[in-house]
């Protein structure tokens, strides 16, 4: 069955860097967009950024442009989220996401997401 599992998650001050990852397993990871997703509590769920199949494409949200790059490889069926310049508003749970009927790096229609991993920027 399809897994993403993230990891790389944890504590830092505001201003520093952070990578996580995305292990998948159960598909054929190289030919679909993938998206990292975040939500803080008592927040709803919002897209954070998308990466197409190949990897040449991406999007990003607003809040995050110009301090996170998110990049894949394809040999180690693997995404990343480099996440600079962290700000106390980027604390929250992020979820990898794979969309199965998509390439191109969409903000919605992904079916399979992984489990999260919790992200903490002290002020």
């Known amino acids: 069955q399809v897994q993403l599992v993230e990891s790389g998650g944890g504590l830092v001050e505001a201003g520093g860097s952070l990578r996580v990852s995305c292990a998948a397993s159960g598909l054929t990871f190289k030919i679909y967009a993938m998206a990292w997703f975040r939500q803080a509590p008592g927040k709803e769920r919002e897209f954070v950024a998308a990466i197409s199949w190949s990897g040449s494409s991406t999007d990003y949200a607003e809040a995050v442009k110009g301090r996170f790059t998110v990049s894949r490889d394809n040999v180690k069926n693997t995404m990343y989220l480099q996440m600079n310049n962290l700000k106390p508003e980027d604390t929250a749970v992020y979820y990898c996401?794979?969309?199965?009927?998509?390439?191109?790096?969409?903000?919605?229609?992904?079916?399979?997401w992984g489990q999260g991993v919790q992200v903490t920027v002290s002020s």
């Open positions: 996401a794979a969309n199965t009927a998509a390439r191109l790096p969409l903000r919605f229609g992904y079916n399979y």
